[in-house]
């Protein structure tokens, strides 16, 4: 979900959401649930430019902060984390040495 402004359409603050696939493919039916809106997340007053910029400020001094941005960042699937690190490669040999790696 994503809140934008009437004047100009940047993007004040958004909502990351997610459906648990594993979950409602087994029972038939999914349930779409918030993990967290970005201002509240990182205490930021919206998500303009500024805001991205103090976040990454804030992710590289703060290790708490950096872990709490990745989290959010991989939507709560931290055993993505090194599938999607490793997606960047730029061959399938490379993704599968990373994948074995981590």
């Given at each position: 979900r994503v809140r934008v402004a009437n004047?100009?359409?940047?993007?004040?603050?958004?909502?990351?959401r997610r459906v648990d696939l594993k979950a409602a493919n087994e029972n038939g039916v999914y349930t779409v649930r918030d993990v967290y809106t970005f201002s509240e997340?990182?205490?930021?007053?919206d998500a303009s430019p500024a805001s991205l910029v103090a976040l990454?400020?804030?992710?590289?001094?703060?290790?708490?902060?950096?872990?709490?941005?990745?989290?959010?960042?991989?939507?709560g699937y931290p055993d993505d984390r090194?599938?999607?690190m490793c997606a960047t490669h730029s061959s399938p040999k490379d993704y599968w040495l990373c994948r074995y790696k981590h």
């Open positions: 004047s100009g359409f940047g993007v004040l603050d958004f909502t990351q997340a990182f205490g930021l007053p990454r400020t804030m992710a590289i001094d703060n290790a708490t902060a950096g872990e709490t941005f990745l989290n959010h960042y991989y939507a090194f599938g999607t």
